[in-house]
């Protein structure tokens, strides 16, 4: 599929999958029953280099509605989501993933919402899961509408599987870090390092909490020391690329997210005291892998 620019789709949907095919049939199923959508608009789905039936699960969308089909082999998240924004026609870019379920007026209420905030450049919808999934999981359930703007705000938008863009800003930010996401080098925060950059520009967001997107994550203990970690390294190396570039606010932002999760003082008091092996090493394992990405992540924007 060749890459196009043209504006004449209001909303791109772009959802970014590999090998998850049962999940992606359930979150194209809720896009297609989608009510009063948008007059036009399309939904593309990136093909991260799956190695099942996943494209076929996509190309039997491509059949029932407005579903295009777009190949990324290279693995990585945020390289999946640029492939989408190129072959993308609206002048609205709408993010999801693969394992959620949208409600029935998630689109139409993207769209009007931008039409009815013409100074806001991005949307973020409320993310939610069934009760007792951790909200590391990308979960947004803030009841109250609300303007979101300035970087210090950064960690009250919503992850990239409820987000929506007017396509100037990408024009202007530039599109998602490669290096970021799932598969790539960094495993998460493309979507965090994204919306900092936004609010770098200057840009003003709005959260609508009745854009809703269920999570259908499956979790346990293993996989959530894992994700943990992942997300650890994710965030540091955002930390660390814009520290890299004279960014003080980020390294206060790194700092801080060091001693919350490796250095309180209280709990890890507790910890010692109770001889809790378990927990002192999963906090010195997340002090290596956040100190760990941050330094690389910065030397290489150094090298540069």
Same mark, same amino acid.
């Given at each position: 599929?060749?890459?196009?620019?043209?504006?004449?789709?209001? &909303?791109?949907?772009?959802?970014?999958?590999?090998?998850?095919?049962?999940?992606?049939?359930?979150?194209?199923?809720?896009?297609?029953?989608?009510?009063? =959508?948008?007059?036009? /608009?399309?939904?593309?789905?990136?093909?991260?280099?799956?190695?099942?039936?996943?494209?076929?699960?996509?190309? +039997?969308?491509?059949?029932?509605? =407005?579903?295009?089909? @777009? +190949?990324?082999?290279?693995?990585?998240?945020?390289?999946?989501?640029?492939?989408?924004?190129?072959?993308?026609?609206?002048? &609205?870019?709408?993010?999801? %993933?693969?394992?959620?379920?949208? +409600?029935?007026? /998630?689109?139409?209420?993207?769209?009007?919402?931008?039409?009815?905030?013409?100074?806001?450049?991005?949307?973020?919808?409320?993310?939610? @899961?069934?009760?007792?999934?951790?909200?590391?999981? $990308?979960?947004?359930?803030?009841? %109250?509408?609300?303007?979101?703007?300035?970087?210090?705000?950064?960690?009250? $938008?919503?992850?990239?599987?409820?987000?929506?863009?007017?396509?100037?800003?990408? #024009?202007?930010?530039?599109?998602?870090? =490669? &290096?970021?996401?799932?598969? @790539?080098?960094? /495993?998460?925060?493309?979507?965090?390092?994204?919306?900092?950059?936004?609010?770098?520009?200057?840009?003003?967001?709005?959260?609508? =909490?009745?854009?809703?997107?269920?999570?259908?994550?499956?979790? #346990? $203990?293993?996989?959530?020391?894992?994700?943990?970690?992942? +997300?650890?390294?994710?965030?540091?190396? /955002?930390?660390?690329?814009?520290?890299?570039?004279?960014?003080?606010?980020?390294?206060?932002?790194?700092?801080?997210?060091?001693?919350?999760?490796?250095?309180?003082?209280?709990?890890?008091?507790?910890?010692?005291?109770?001889? %809790?092996?378990?927990?002192?090493?999963?906090?010195?394992?997340?002090?290596?892998? &956040?100190?760990?990405?941050?330094?690389?992540?910065?030397?290489?924007?150094?090298?540069?």
């Amino acid at each position: 599929m060749t890459d196009m620019r043209s504006d004449d789709v209001a &909303l791109s949907v772009i959802i970014c999958t590999r090998s998850r095919p049962v999940s992606l049939r359930r979150t194209l199923e809720s896009l297609l029953a989608q009510e009063a =959508p948008p007059k036009e /608009w399309e939904v593309i789905v990136v093909d991260n280099g799956a190695t099942d039936e996943t494209r076929e699960v996509i190309e +039997s969308f491509v059949a029932r509605g =407005p579903v295009r089909y @777009a +190949s990324e082999p290279i693995q990585g998240l945020g390289r999946a989501r640029n492939r989408g924004i190129a072959v993308a026609r609206g002048r &609205l870019l709408a993010f999801t %993933d693969d394992d959620v379920v949208l +409600s029935l007026d /998630w689109a139409r209420r993207i769209v009007d919402r931008f039409s009815a905030e013409p100074d806001v450049d991005a949307v973020f919808g409320c993310v939610y @899961a069934d009760a007792g999934i951790p909200s590391m999981f $990308s979960l947004r359930t803030r009841p %109250d509408a609300c303007y979101i703007q300035g970087k210090h705000r950064v960690w009250e $938008s919503t992850g990239g599987n409820n987000m929506a863009y007017r396509r100037s800003v990408t #024009d202007r930010i530039g599109l998602f870090d =490669p &290096l970021h996401g799932s598969g @790539a080098k960094y /495993w998460g925060a493309d979507d965090a390092e994204f919306q900092y950059r936004f609010f770098k520009a200057g840009f003003k967001a709005f959260y609508d =909490p009745e854009i809703k997107a269920k999570h259908m994550v499956e979790v #346990d $203990s293993r996989r959530y020391d894992v994700e943990i970690l992942r +997300s650890d390294a994710g965030i540091a190396a /955002w930390y660390g690329k814009h520290a890299a570039h004279g960014d003080l606010f980020a390294v206060r932002l790194f700092l801080t997210h060091l001693a919350r999760n490796t250095l309180g003082v209280r709990s890890l008091i507790h910890a010692i005291g109770h001889a %809790d092996a378990t927990e002192i090493r999963r906090r010195a394992r997340r002090f290596q892998v &956040l100190t760990q990405a941050f330094f690389s992540r910065a030397m290489m924007e150094l090298r540069q």
